[in-house]
């Protein structure tokens, strides 16, 4: 049931711009913390958003939410990430359970249309004035104690809204991002997608049938994400000027990267697309800023970088949770909510670096060699684990693991490059 927002309640305490999976949970917690907050949306939900395969660390935040359940009766249990790479056409299976920190063993595999509408759903359900088919079209921050923003409305109208705090949760369209010139493209980590839904697609028949897949081909890699009703996501990422200049249509560019990887074409013999494919492009960058006086930037607005190890939705939970704490605490008391956004900004920064050092290298040899053929000494795989679980603010328990990742990584490489430079025997040197 949405609650319609009539023209005489047009003033709140907080406006969330967005409706995504960020919009809607810092929407709902501040509104459980009392605040009068109102969501809008430029979309009616249900709505196709891609993102569909979510993290273990997800799980308690949902239990927050109290929407657990719920999430449980749409999704898919992944119990793991599957990794194979086209050399050899062998598989490799993590399992979230051999986390080397205290981590849910498991996570969900979902359609974001329903994930997203339960989100939403539960957000008006727990108090939030929310209004679909709004896109939001100025901010304006010439008021010192307030923010107006303008909006269209579904049948073309123009209405102006105003609050204490406005939180940007606009995902990639990044409203405030571009309207104060703070978002940065990261300046080499650059990369496209195409993907579509497929029926069809062979699954394991043991633990691992929800697993992601995630399949190397020589100039990217390709998802698999089993989804409910024998429905599954397939895409593939790779550099942008891998798919320009191709002669082929969405579709048949998919079909066509699908075929570089021996285990992803073995799965897929006999399936079939039942949606046209997708593109999108462009995915790394990241905010200078992320808030100021009556602002904050969450989930995707402030910065996305790469869907590598299904982090976005997660992170952007992550962050909604802690942004609506400090916006909680900022709403009371100023001095002691910019304190906290400052130490909230360091944790987003801080687990999104985590993630990026191993998204960057993810098409590197030496990631490959590392991830084929996995070592736990001194807990490095398991520390791993917990990484691609989510677990991105754990310090204690994973520096000396991941640091001798990171040392062997290096070590690779740099003995790849030595190999690289030594001529071969028969080698021509002039
Ligand atoms: C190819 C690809 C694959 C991905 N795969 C995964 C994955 O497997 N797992 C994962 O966790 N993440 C994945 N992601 C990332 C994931 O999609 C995002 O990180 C996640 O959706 C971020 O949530 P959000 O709430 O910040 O933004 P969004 O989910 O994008 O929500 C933003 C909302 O804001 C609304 N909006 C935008 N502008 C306006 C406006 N002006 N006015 C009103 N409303 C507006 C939009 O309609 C949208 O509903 C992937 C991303 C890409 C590009």
Redesign the pocket.
């Known amino acids: 049931m949405q609650q319609a927002i009539g023209p005489t309640s047009k003033t709140y305490d907080v406006l969330v711009?967005?409706?995504?999976?960020?919009?809607?949970t810092a929407s709902t917690l501040l509104s459980e913390l009392g605040w009068r907050v109102g969501l809008?949306?430029?979309?009616r939900h249900p709505?196709f958003?891609?993102?569909?395969?979510?993290?273990p660390w997800n799980l308690p935040i949902f239990e927050r939410l109290s929407v657990l359940d719920e999430v449980r009766k749409i999704g898919v249990v992944k119990n793991g990430i599957d990794f194979s790479e086209p050399s050899d056409g062998r598989e490799i299976s993590f399992a979230f359970r051999d986390a080397r920190t205290p981590t849910p063993p498991s996570a969900f595999q979902v359609r974001?249309s329903e994930l997203?509408e339960l989100l939403l759903r539960n957000a008006v359900k727990r108090g939030v004035e929310v209004a679909e088919e709004?896109?939001?079209?100025e901010v304006d921050f010439d008021q010192p104690d307030r923010v107006s923003i303008d909006?269209i409305g579904p049948d073309g109208g123009a209405a102006r809204w105003h609050a204490r705090f406005l939180v940007d949760?606009?995902?990639?369209?990044t409203?405030l991002g571009r309207a104060l010139s703070i978002k940065e493209r990261h300046p080499s980590h650059r990369s496209a997608?195409v993907?579509s839904h497929f029926k069809g697609v062979t699954r394991s028949g043991d633990k691992r049938a929800g697993n992601?897949g995630v399949h190397w081909f020589d100039q990217g890699w390709i998802?698999i994400?089993p989804l409910r009703d024998d429905i599954t996501s397939v895409?593939a990422?790779a550099a942008p000027s891998y798919f320009q200049n191709t002669g082929l249509d969405h579709d048949a560019l998919l079909l066509a990267t699908i075929s570089r990887s021996p285990a992803v074409a073995a799965r897929m013999r006999n399936a079939t697309m039942v949606m046209p494919a997708s593109m999108?492009g462009n995915?790394s960058y990241i905010c200078r800023r992320m808030w100021g006086a009556r602002y904050m930037l969450?989930?995707?607005?402030f910065a996305?970088v790469d869907?590598v190890f299904?982090?976005?939705?997660?992170?952007?939970m992550d962050g909604?949770v802690s942004a609506a704490d400090a916006i909680d605490t900022y709403l009371r008391n100023q001095e002691k909510g910019t304190a906290l956004f400052d130490r909230h900004e360091r944790r987003v920064r801080r687990g999104i670096s985590n993630y990026s050092w191993f998204i960057e290298r993810f098409n590197e040899p030496a990631t490959k060699a590392l991830f084929m053929n996995p070592s736990n000494v001194l807990g490095m795989q398991s520390a791993i684990l917990a990484r691609l679980a989510g677990d991105v603010h754990s310090v204690a328990r994973l520096w000396l693991p991941l640091g001798l990742y990171k040392l062997i990584y290096n070590c690779i490489r740099l003995l790849g490059a030595r190999a690289n430079s030594t001529p071969a025997p028969g080698d021509q040197v002039n």
């Open positions: 711009v967005g409706g995504g999976p960020a919009g809607s809008i949306e430029k979309e709505r958003h891609i993102g569909e395969s979510l993290l974001r997203d709004f896109r939001v079209t909006t949760a606009s995902g990639r369209d409203l997608a993907f992601i998802w994400i895409g990422v999108t995915f969450i989930g995707d607005a996305f869907p299904s982090s976005g939705v997660y992170l952007a909604a």
